[in-house]
């Protein structure tokens, strides 16, 4: 994390993220000011943003395989 090392010795992928955040932490007043440079740095290790968007898209093909395959009939949700 905060070390700078990475898992095979070289400089970890979020340090400089991690830089950043540490930087306008010590900088700030108010720690608040720095929370889309938290949540660039927990981005950055566990890439949730970037899963969700995944599974979203892959979802979105698998619903017009789907469509492709009965013809082009959209399923209705059961609303009005």
């Known amino acids: 994390m905060a070390s700078g090392f990475g898992i095979h010795g070289g400089k970890g992928r979020c340090y400089d993220t991690w830089m950043d955040f540490s930087e306008c932490m010590s900088r700030c007043a108010v720690p608040g000011d720095c929370a889309a440079l938290r949540d660039d740095y927990f981005e950055c290790l566990h890439h949730r943003k970037e899963y969700s968007r995944i599974n979203a ?10 469509l492709q395959k009965d013809g082009g ?8």
């Open 73 to 80: 009939k959209e399923q209705k949700s059961g609303h009005h």
């Open 57 to 66: 898209i892959n979802k979105e093909k698998e619903r017009q395989a789907a």
